[in-house]
């Protein structure tokens, strides 16, 4: 009984994807409609790259350190699409390591990031968009200020930071090309590490001692704002097997420091060998007012003294093999 109910089942999607429908068009006339156009579709698409570097010296006369690093990363795009409404969701990990000769091994890259954009057009021959956004960024594991290994100056939500708002997109071609702008959106710094937390890091509240070192109050775990959001992304095959990404975005708080711009900006060229092999190019800027620098004391106890914020600049050049599911 089951296997009929199966396959009556199979069959009736099978007839009703060939239908014809007739709907009401702009001016109020039937018009005919394939039921197959109006079944929302689901896109999805997981990308998986593995960079690794390795350098070894045997006797060599000009001296030299072997070393080995890896970087593993992982894009999924989850797309939506009916009509008018569109829904993009993309998770991005990135995870990197490094080894040189006589020192232990050491992070490079630790990236987890969360988008998911809803968006709705006017109409069809338009390319502005009404659209919401989420965004979430944090990293998995403890960060340190190298050689220091004994105080991690950052944790898996510590920081995290978390936007939600509302604004308008434009892109004709959406998926390649967007920017996005929103008067108002809600940014939330966590700092769930108590060390972290009562230092004040990441621009929360430090935490109120009395004259012998006891807390009166714990520091800010939870830092929340509200501003204007910036963004663009865009990618393009610039030359043959030479493709471009760039994606930035600009915030500053209403409240605090209005005009005090935080900056993120990440541009990568890929250089496609064959359809395995690939080579990359990137370039990464961040500032963020908030968050500060640490500076090694040289005392019994290596503490880390707190300086203002600066540009923080990555560059990574790899070759590994990729690939797309």
């Not at 509200?226 to 963004?231: A, E, K, R, S, Y």
């Not at 900006?265 to 080579?279: D, M, S």
């Not at 190019?281 to 968050?291: A, F, M, P, T």
């Amino acid at each position: 009984m089951r296997f009929l109910f199966v396959i009556a089942v199979l069959f009736s999607v099978q007839f009703v994807s060939g239908q014809i429908f007739q709907m009401p068009n702009a001016n109020g006339y039937m018009s005919h409609v394939r039921a197959a156009d109006t079944i929302p579709n689901w896109v999805l698409k997981n990308k998986i790259g593995l960079d690794i570097n390795e350098v070894t010296f045997v006797n060599w006369s000009a001296g030299g350190s072997n070393s080995i690093s890896g970087l593993m990363g992982l894009r999924s795009e989850l797309n939506y699409r009916q009509g008018l409404f569109n829904w993009r969701n993309q998770a991005i990990v990135n995870y990197g390591i490094n080894k040189q000769q006589e020192q232990k091994w050491r992070k490079t890259a630790d990236d987890l990031e969360l988008i998911s954009t809803i968006g709705f057009q006017k109409d069809s021959s338009s390319n502005w968009y009404f659209s919401g956004r989420f965004n979430f960024k944090t990293q998995f594991t403890n960060g340190y200020n190298y050689p220091n290994r004994s105080t991690p100056i950052s944790r898996f939500m510590a920081p995290g930071y978390l936007f939600l708002g509302g604004g308008v997109e434009y892109g004709k071609n959406i998926d390649k090309f967007s920017t996005y702008f929103s008067p108002m959106t809600f940014k939330s710094t966590f700092v769930l590490d108590e060390d972290l937390s009562n230092a004040g890091s990441f621009g929360v509240e430090p935490a109120i001692y009395d004259d012998e070192g006891n807390i009166l109050k714990e520091g800010q775990r939870v830092r929340t704002e509200i501003g204007v959001l910036l963004t663009n992304a865009f990618e393009s095959e610039v030359f043959d097997n030479i493709g471009v990404r760039s994606q930035m975005s600009f915030y500053t708080d209403y409240l605090n420091s209005f005009g005090n711009i935080d900056v993120d900006w990440e541009v990568i060229f890929n250089f496609k060998v064959n359809q395995y092999v690939k080579a990359s190019l990137g370039s990464h800027v961040r500032y963020d007012n908030d968050v500060k620098t640490f500076v090694e004391v040289e005392n019994e106890e290596e503490e880390l003294m707190m300086e203002g914020a600066k540009v923080q600049w990555k560059q990574f050049l790899g070759i590994g093999v990729v690939v797309t599911l």
